[in-house]
């Protein structure tokens, strides 16, 4: 995943979603280049995610903002990069009570 961060700012503000795990109110998706490659003998999808994230923050502060948090579900990521630099990134491990829910790269 690589993901570019756009330092604008902009008044609106999203509900919470209880059936997501991302940070929507700090960090908008605003554009998804998927590049994947698919192996149907193996069952396996290979692909590179670019993000274009408009980081919003607090009070429309997008420095305030401290990491992205996307949505996942039965993913093996290996890398992440911000603005080409690798990044350091985290994957939760599924609450068994919401698995629903997936999991959350942070």
Partial sequence: ITMTAAATTTTS???RDPSSLSNPD???ITHL???ASI??????IIAKATYTV???GNND???SVKNVKLDTSH???????VN??????????????????GSCLE
């Avoid at 080409?84 to 829910?101: C, E, G, I, R, W």
């Fill in 26 to 28: 700090q960090a908008h």
């Fill in 61 to 63: 502060d997008p420095s």
């Fill in 39 to 44: 192996n149907f003998d193996e069952q396996l």
């Fill in 75 to 81: 993913l093996d990521i290996h890398s992440v990069y």
């Fill in 54 to 56: 408009q980081l919003v």
């Fill in 13 to 15: 503000r999203l509900a």
């Fill in 33 to 35: 280049f998927w590049d």
């Fill in 84 to 101: 080409d630099t690798p990044a350091t990134f985290s994957l939760t491990v599924p609450d068994h009570q919401k698995s629903h829910l």
